[in-house]
């Protein structure tokens, strides 16, 4: 894979809905101020407000998920490189193109470094954008099939974390996504095969 010609890379996660509370023994992520340590008074308190119980994906709505995003992608074109989708979560590895892209040049118009696209770069807001269309059109394709009036299927917002270098980008295919099988998970890497 020429990881040069396939800038950007983005490492995207989304969450299903109170699947990570803020008990969580590795914390929880606050709306613009990122991770906290765990709180088990403020989880009760906010479990108390919660309208609907949590969200958890059978292996049916994992696959209809992970089909959303093979046609968000593609609609965007966008290259899904790799999906893993578990009870709990989703990941998806994805890179593109984008005309407005100038991190592989030396003096980048936005900014950032050679190998990193920061919030407000023409790039990652495209990036940002996919990831609510995905979220968007797998939740229709999960109402769809099991109807639900006001049902959230998701936590509000996403990471979506730049892949840095070839290893990152290694690691995620060959290793963290894969691994979500043990979890019950359907895995596929390079839109070619599944795991598990």
């Known amino acids: 894979m020429d990881y040069g010609r396939i800038m950007p ?19 929880y992520v606050q709306r613009s101020e990122g991770l906290k340590p765990p709180n088990e008074r403020l989880h009760r308190a906010r479990r108390a407000l919660q309208k609907q119980p949590a969200v958890r994906f059978d292996a ?4 209809l998920i992970h089909e959303a995003a093979l046609a968000t ?5 966008i290259r899904l490189h790799a999906a893993a989708v578990t009870a709990t979560h989703a990941h998806l590895i994805l890179s593109y193109h984008h005309p407005l892209c100038t991190c592989r040049s030396p003096a980048s118009a936005c900014g950032a470094p050679p190998d990193y696209c920061q919030r407000g ?30 049902r959230r299927w998701f936590s509000r917002g996403w990471d979506l974390t730049p892949v840095r270098t070839p290893q ?8 963290y996504l894969p691994a979500h099988t043990a979890e019950g998970g359907l895995v596929r890497i390079d839109d070619t095969r599944y795991i598990g």
């Open 121 to 150: 770069c023409p790039a990652r807001t495209s990036a940002e954008k996919a990831a609510g269309r995905f979220k968007k059109n797998a939740g229709m394709a999960l109402s769809s099939s099991a109807p639900a009036v006001g």
């Open 9 to 27: 890379v983005y490492h995207l996660t989304v969450h299903a809905f109170g699947s990570w509370t803020e008990n969580h023994p590795r914390g």
């Open 168 to 175: 990152h980008l290694s690691h995620l295919m060959t290793d």
């Open 73 to 77: 992608m593609k609609r965007r074109d």
């Open 60 to 63: 049916t709505q994992q696959a």
